[in-house]
């Protein structure tokens, strides 16, 4: 059952503003960041177990000031996208792993899992109730998807909550870097960590972006686009971007760190299979740092950046720079084309990877 908290006749004035104003707008310059769409979709887990999808047109939450996720950190996000096609179709990307990722989440830090099968219930009914919001094909924009699981239960001891609150929230949003797909620049920086050996650098929590935030700044106010962490307890190997993984090519080779305190990216994973497809041998392992001297092509990669060739890696410590040109690389670029071809609906699913919303 679905429930609609909404005045229907303000709602309809709002679709047609907010259309005319994605009609009118310049899609190079949105950028990534939030925006107001109509609808969100909500879900409650109480006395043991989760309820039904509800739709609602709030961006806020009335919450108990003792819940355990404006305490001990007990929430959970998920990113992914859904493109408009040139048949006019709307694809989703992947959502059943991002619900498994979510599940993950979970399970790291004792949330209760929410079902893949209502995950991706739930996806659809945010895309479909706000259609107007999805950005046109070929604009090189799409609507950006923020699943979020969080515990509302109060709770004064560390514990988990009793209660839960899962949203989905959409809203349309360029690239990540606002470079988008040209090569940007990194800055190592070894007396920041990202998060913590056996920590919770796996799951998709907010602590763990909560601790880049410091490092993220001080990078971008001395011109670098993110920080590219390594390993926490030995500083010897690559970790990740702060908002993307990391992977480097040579000798036709597509080389990801491997790491417990890495996020599995979705988009690399996706990434792997089409390298291998493409003629390239894929290695998931450690990565020393002196490797990047090696590195013929390298770059960040995730749902929001798709993925962002890197020129430039400057080791602040050891006063050392890494350059690999001012443009994409061929195998970044043969790449990023055939993942986003799929997405659009360009070229052919092989691997079941899109769901379509007419």
């Not at 979970?106 to 209502?118: A, Q, V, Y």
Request: charged content about 25%; hydrophobic content about 35%; some cysteine.
């Amino acid at each position: 059952m679905v429930f609609f908290f909404v005045n229907f006749r303000d709602s309809k004035k709002a679709v047609q503003q907010i259309t005319y104003t994605m009609e009118n707008q310049d899609w190079k310059k949105i950028g990534f960041g939030y925006r107001k769409a109509n609808f969100n979709v909500r879900c409650t887990y109480k006395n043991g177990e989760w309820g039904d999808l509800e739709l609602n047109d709030s961006e806020y939450i009335n919450m108990h000031m003792a819940a355990t996720s404006l305490h001990y950190g007990q929430e959970a996000f998920e990113g992914l996208k859904a493109f408009m096609g040139k048949d006019g179709k709307i694809r989703i990307f992947r959502m059943d792993e991002n619900a498994k990722r979510m599940q993950s989440s979970c399970d790291g830090i004792l949330m209760p899992r929410l079902p893949i099968e209502k995950f991706q219930e739930a996806v659809k009914l945010a895309v479909e109730k706000n259609k107007d919001f999805v950005p046109p094909y070929g604009s090189g924009a799409s609507l950006y998807i923020r699943p979020l699981l969080i515990g509302t239960g109060p709770e004064i001891g560390v514990k988990p909550a009793g209660e839960y609150l899962f949203i989905i929230f959409v809203m349309p949003v360029g690239p990540y870097f606002p470079e988008g797909f040209k090569p940007t620049d990194l800055l190592i920086m070894r007396k920041f960590d990202r998060a913590a050996p056996q920590g919770t650098g796996k799951y998709k929590v907010g602590g763990n972006y909560a601790a880049s935030l410091t490092a993220g700044k001080k990078a971008k106010s001395e011109g670098y686009s993110a920080v590219l962490y390594l390993d926490s307890r030995e500083k010897k190997f690559i970790d990740e971007c702060g908002p993307a993984n990391f992977f480097g090519i040579k000798n036709e080779t597509y080389i990801t760190p491997e790491s417990d305190s890495i996020l599995p990216s979705i988009t690399n994973k996706s990434l792997m299979q089409i390298a291998k497809d493409l003629g390239l041998k894929v290695e998931c392992r450690k990565v020393p740092v002196e490797e990047l001297e090696t590195f013929e092509e390298v770059g960040a990669c995730g749902t929001a950046a798709v993925i962002s060739p890197i020129k430039r890696i400057y080791d602040d410590d050891l006063d050392k720079e890494y350059n690999y040109g001012t443009e994409p690389g061929p195998w970044s670029t043969k790449l990023y084309e055939k993942l986003r071809a799929i997405q659009d609906g360009d070229a052919p699913d092989p691997y079941g990877w899109v769901a379509v919303i007419d």
